[in-house]
């Protein structure tokens, strides 16, 4: 049935925005954060497994470029939950009715990129000074 | 015999009234995870490189138990209902999209049956 209606905004014509980026922001570190939860389900059950599993885990990405990578996997779900978060709470902000006005979508936005990457920093800080990654 | 076209008909209905349960769940689970996650971030995050023992005497303790598995739950619940509505977006093959919808809850439900199992084994110290 053809019909004339508007159809939703053909996303290759427009020139990235903040307020665009900051969306699909929020859905990637979404996807991020989940695939994340699971990671944390299985640490979950490695702790409850034993020492033996565990020391196995720790020996694997001990090293190398294994260790790299689970170091920036862990960064980037440090900051999927800090951007997302920050941003949850923006949208929970507008889905009250506030802020929805183009100058404070802005604004806002704004905030919650400097928080986000201020706050990263800090854990990454902590946890150069802990010793713990 | 009505003489509005099928469209018309479905237009006039309007919301079919589902989907506002989903879409306050999704923030309900937010609100919960707010809290949940300053504690993550704060308390359990150091603990995630630590030797075996110290990150089982963590988790051992009662409350950190109740408030990671209170975090998973949430987590879980909420991941649910956010992928759900990307696959929804970008999935248009109905097979793939059936399929993954129905793997995903049966994901979520594993893992959450999973980290209740493991965290009650930790804590009753097993
Ligand atoms: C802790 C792990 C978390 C995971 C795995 C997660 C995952 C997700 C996913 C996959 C979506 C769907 C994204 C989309 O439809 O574009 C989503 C949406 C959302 N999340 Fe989270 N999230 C987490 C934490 C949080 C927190 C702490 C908040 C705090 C306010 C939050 C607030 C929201 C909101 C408001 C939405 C709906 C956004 C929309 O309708 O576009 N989330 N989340």
């Given at each position: 049935m053809a019909v004339k209606r508007p159809l939703s905004p053909?996303?290759?014509?427009y020139r990235p925005q903040l307020t665009s980026t900051l969306s699909i922001l929020h859905r990637i570190t979404g996807l991020l954060l989940s695939l994340g939860g699971t990671l944390l389900v299985a640490w979950v059950l490695i702790l409850a497994q034993g020492p033996d599993h565990h020391e196995h885990l720790q020996a694997w990405a001990g090293g190398g470029i294994v260790k790299w990578l689970v170091c920036a996997g862990f960064y980037v779900f440090v900051f999927s939950l800090v951007y997302h978060l920050l941003n949850g709470i923006r949208h929970l902000v507008w889905d009250a009715g506030?802020?929805?006005?183009i100058p404070n979508a802005y604004r806002s936005g704004w905030v919650v990129v400097v928080l986000s990457v201020v706050i990263t920093a800090l854990l990454a800080l902590r946890a150069m000074i802990g010793g713990a990654a | 015999m009505s003489l509005q076209t099928p469209l018309g008909r479905v237009r006039g209905l309007?919301?079919?009234?589902?989907g506002v349960a989903h879409w306050w769940a999704q923030r309900v689970s937010a609100v919960l995870l707010l809290p949940l996650s300053i504690w993550f971030l704060s308390w359990v995050l150091p603990v995630l490189g630590q030797p075996y023992s110290d990150a089982r005497v963590f988790v051992a303790q009662p409350l950190n138990a109740f408030l990671l598995l209170t975090f998973m739950l949430a987590l879980i619940y909420h991941a649910l209902l956010g992928v759900q509505v990307v696959i929804e977006d970008y999935l248009h093959t109905r097979w793939l999209e059936v399929s993954l919808q129905v793997a995903i809850k049966l994901i979520a439900f594993l893992a959450a049956l999973a980290t209740a199992f493991a965290l009650i084994r930790i804590v009753l110290g097993a």
């Open positions: 053909h996303l290759q014509v506030y802020g929805l006005d | 309007g919301s079919a009234r589902e």
